[in-house]
C-alpha cells in the first residue's frame, strides 16, 4: 500500500523560506522519479519540481532560482526547501510519483499534503 505523508508547511512572511519533507511508503522508493505539486484555492493542481531516481531536476519556472528538491533515497525522503517566498506560492503542497520528471501525471494516491501559507 502507496503511503505519502507531507510535512514542514506552515505560516511564513514573504521573502522567508520554508522546508517540505515528504516520506514514501509502499514504493520502490530509490528508483521513483519524484514530485511536489502544489493546488492554490480555485485552481489546478501544478508540479512545481521533480527529481529523477538519478538526481536529474526539474522546476516550474515560476519557482525556478528559489525552490530546490532533493531526495534520500535510504529515508525514502523527497525535500522541497522554499527560499524567498512570495504570496502567491500559498498552497497546499503534495508530493507523489511520475514516470518523468517531465511527466503531468502522478502516479500514486495523494496524501493530505502540507498547507504553505506566505504573508504580504
Known amino acids: 500500500q502507496v503511503q505519502l505523508v507531507e510535512s514542514g508547511g506552515g505560516l511564513v512572511q514573504a521573502g522567508g523560506s520554508l522546508r517540505l519533507s515528504c516520506v514514501a511508503s509502499?514504493?520502490?522508493?530509490?528508483?521513483?522519479?519524484m514530485g511536489w505539486y502544489r493546488q492554490a484555492p480555485g485552481k489546478q493542481r501544478e508540479k512545481v519540481a521533480a527529481i529523477s531516481g538519478g538526481g536529474i531536476t526539474y522546476y516550474a519556472d515560476s519557482v525556478k532560482g528559489r525552490f530546490t528538491i532533493s531526495r534520500d533515497n535510504a529515508k525514502k525522503t523527497v525535500n522541497l526547501q522554499m527560499n524567498s517566498l512570495k504570496p502567491e506560492d500559498t498552497a497546499l503542497y503534495y508530493c507523489?510519483?511520475?514516470?518523468?520528471?517531465?511527466?503531468?501525471?502522478?502516479?500514486?494516491?495523494w496524501g493530505q499534503g502540507t498547507q504553505v501559507t506566505v504573508s504580504s
Open positions: 509502499g514504493i520502490s522508493f530509490s528508483i521513483n522519479t
Open positions: 507523489n510519483g511520475l514516470t518523468s520528471i517531465y511527466s503531468a501525471f502522478s502516479l500514486h494516491p
